[in-house]
């Protein structure tokens, strides 16, 4: 399936609906771009990221971890206790995520996790961090045992 780009698919959209939609859909858009720019008056220098290392152990426990890649990555390998919700879903499925509990998202790198966490932090989850690097750096500074290998006596 083609994707269309955005403002050929609003005009589409309001040619289906007859036009009836523009003056709501033009507030609508007035508002998000408020929303967002509030947002980014607002975050700090780095957007709620977190690196692997600075989650103990114990402390993941804590955390509701969604994954952000689709369902066959997800399947081949996550973070234990993790839930897939992909990235673009993230505010279609927003009621499954608590705000009174700290919520980390990731994906393999951490691009497209960033877009999922912009969203709900736009949306007013302020208990969202993005964890730096993804999965893949996740992997490969220790996973669950990242901060444990950061803050281990060096080995002479």
């Known amino acids: 399936m083609r994707h269309l780009p955005y403002r ?7 040619l289906a609906l007859g036009l009836h939609a523009a003056p709501s859909l033009a507030l609508a858009e007035d508002k998000a771009t ?7 008056d607002f975050v700090d220098y780095g957007g709620a ?4 290392e600075q989650i103990p152990r114990d402390d993941w426990k804590k955390y509701l971890v969604i994954d952000a890649r689709d369902a066959d990555q997800f399947a081949k390998d996550h973070i234990p206790n993790a839930i897939n919700i992909e990235w673009r879903r993230v505010l279609a499925e927003r009621a499954r995520i608590p705000k009174n509990q700290p919520v980390l998202v ?5 691009s497209l996790s960033a877009q999922a966490g912009f969203a709900l932090r736009v949306a007013g989850y302020e208990n969202v961090s993005i964890l730096q690097g993804g999965f893949t750096e ?14 281990a006596a060096p080995k002479h």
């Open 49 to 52: 990221t977190i690196f692997p």
């Open 8 to 14: 050929r698919f609003i005009a589409v959209s309001l």
């Open 106 to 110: 990731y994906c393999n790198t951490g």
């Open 34 to 40: 408020e929303a967002m720019e509030a947002y980014l």
């Open 138 to 151: 996740w992997k490969a500074k220790g996973g669950l045992d990242a901060a444990a290998k950061t803050s």
